[in-house]
């Protein structure tokens, strides 16, 4: 996009660690603070736009599966926003996870019977092979290990079952982070990264299946929000409890930055009505867990194939041939 001419925000960032050295992005710590003070406001519902969207298209996802899952999990749930969307013909139980208690306490209702557990989306406290579907929306972006993040859900999945996720993309508030980034480099002589850094759409499908997903779709779309200005994009990132929680964030920017920052903002992407955008790129990811034991029962438009699947029915063509 527009955004092309920023430079790129570093991927591995240290944190602090007895040892001095820590390849970990982010304080998990503050983002469950975050999170917290967010459902804690007088109106979360007000930030919740964003969620509720998105949640309603990882949900759409699941619908065109046609199959009834006797047991569900959503990894990093907030409050529901994906089981709203869901009935009980599709998913019989469905726990929630959710590393910020609040966020729980704030769960909407569902005709669903749901468990709420408070846990690291990073360490899921569950057995091996227990769920038929894991369903996650834009919660995974703030984990510090994402491979480790896949791997776990691969592992709570049982053999046929099914991972549906959303997470934010790289080109996400891209508008935001040039803003800050020229500012700074006008009024201080430097910047630094004000936004988390986000996956790269290659990275997604290499990193499912080293987890051990196969038949993948990764798929992206845009979501363009018009805001008055950078303050109130701002103060909504803040409401959604999405502010940066990078350990080599700045913690604070002067004043002057900001003004020049949503002047830069206004100036390089406003409209004509003085609104300015902020884009939200999100990735959709669907992976399967593999069955040995017998063939994958057809599902809604498999005749399509992915190129990543040719390899393979090349080789198993060649097989039966023998």
């Excluded at 009935?87 to 966020?103: G, P, Y």
């Excluded at 940066?244 to 100036?267: D, V």
Aim: glycine letters at 8%.
């Amino acid at each position: 996009g527009p955004g092309g001419q920023c430079p790129r925000l570093p991927q591995l960032t240290t944190g602090p660690s007895p040892n001095g050295f820590n390849l970990a992005p982010f304080d998990r710590q503050l983002k469950r603070k975050q999170k917290n003070w967010a459902a804690l406001q007088p109106e979360p519902a007000k930030y919740d736009y964003l969620r509720e969207e998105v949640g309603g298209r990882v949900a759409d996802r699941v619908f065109d599966i046609t199959r009834t899952f006797s047991l569900a999990l959503d990894v990093g749930c907030g409050s529901g926003y994906i089981a709203q969307y869901l009935n009980k013909e599709t998913v019989e139980k469905l726990f929630q996870v959710d590393m910020a208690e609040n966020a729980l306490k704030n769960t909407m209702e569902t005709e669903i019977p749901t468990v709420s557990i408070v846990a690291d989306e990073e360490f899921l406290p569950f057995k091996e092979d227990t769920f038929d579907l894991v369903v996650s929306s834009l919660s995974l972006h703030w984990v510090n290990d994402l491979p480790r993040a896949f791997r776990e859900i691969h592992q709570v999945l049982k053999p046929d079952g099914v991972f549906i996720g959303a997470m934010f993309g790289g080109e996400t508030l891209y508008e935001l982070r040039c803003s800050l980034q020229l500012a700074e480099l006008e009024r201080e002589g430097g910047f630094s990264p004000h936004v988390s850094p986000f996956t790269d759409v290659t990275d997604l499908g290499h990193l499912l299946g080293r987890a051990g997903f196969n038949t993948l779709t990764v798929d992206t779309d845009e979501i363009q929000v018009n805001y008055p200005g950078m303050f109130e994009v701002m103060e909504d990132l803040q409401g959604m409890g999405e502010s940066n929680c990078s350990w080599n964030r700045k913690p604070i920017l002067h004043r002057e930055t900001m003004l020049a920052a949503a002047a830069i903002y206004q100036e390089m992407y406003g409209s004509n009505d003085g609104s300015v955008p902020a884009t939200f790129q999100i990735y959709y990811m669907i992976g399967w867990k593999f069955q040995e034991s017998q063939a994958r029962p057809a599902q809604k438009g498999s005749a399509t194939v992915s190129f990543g699947d040719l390899a393979k029915i090349n080789s198993l063509i060649s097989r039966e041939k023998k």
